[in-house]
């Protein structure tokens, strides 16, 4: 089992995603949004929120750290991750945007119990680091999301750099870093089942 410390969140680290989301993909500074500990969950399902009616799936990968630091650079950056996931990024978009349009922070529409169903921890000892490879989900065999791990904005390596910056990393640390095109809401009674190449998949059933 891996002991989990804080969740960290890229956003629009994909050009499409980012147009899909109504915004500029062009290379800005990247931004990171957090997530609770205990709103990982590996048991394969996703209990439906209350208070939304509007609830997306997002394909991610995963990275979990053994160690950490301040101000650690790109080079070392590899040196502080234990291993990836495949992982889903669960949002109430309704509140969301809702926060959006007032200003306010996200945690209503990202920071809600089991939003981050995550599959197995493979170590990079095992399968290397994955910096390219497809990523997908399929929504009741029907596929909605499709892209490339070497479509990210911000790699891996400048991610852990940025956040190093403003935030002390640590053992049991995970970042999520970022989805591609295709978001959509889901329903009770859904199937997803997500894949990346090079790392595994998951399945998780909404309820």
């Given amino acids: 089992m891996f002991p989990l410390r804080r969740v960290y969140c890229i956003g629009r680290n994909y050009a499409a995603h980012a147009r899909e989301m109504g915004h500029d993909p062009e290379r800005e500074p990247p931004f990171f949004f957090q997530k609770n500990p205990d709103d990982i969950c590996a048991d394969g399902v996703f209990p439906f929120p209350e208070l939304s009616n509007d609830v997306h799936f997002e394909i991610e990968m995963a990275v979990f750290l053994s160690a950490g630091g301040m101000n650690i650079s790109e080079a070392d950056a590899e040196s502080c991750i234990f291993g990836y ?63 490339d791990l070497s479509q990210m904005i911000w790699s891996v390596n400048e991610q852990i750099c940025t956040l190093s910056r403003y935030f002390t990393l640590a053992p049991g640390d995970v970042i999520l870093t970022g989805t591609p095109a295709g978001v959509g809401a889901v329903s009770r009674g859904d199937l997803l089942c997500g894949r990346i190449a090079g790392v595994g998949e998951i399945e998780v059933k909404v309820v």
């Avoid at 959006?100 to 981050?116: N, T």
Wanted: hydrophobic fraction near 30%.
């Fill in 85 to 147: 996931a495949v992982a889903l990024d669960m949002t109430r978009r309704d509140l969301q945007g809702q926060a959006k349009k007032l200003g306010r922070p996200w945690e209503v529409g990202k920071s809600f119990a089991q939003s981050a169903p995550a599959g197995p921890v493979y170590p990079a000892k095992n399968i290397g680091h994955p910096r390219s490879g497809e990523i997908s989900l399929d929504q009741n065999g029907v596929r909605r999301q499709t892209g």
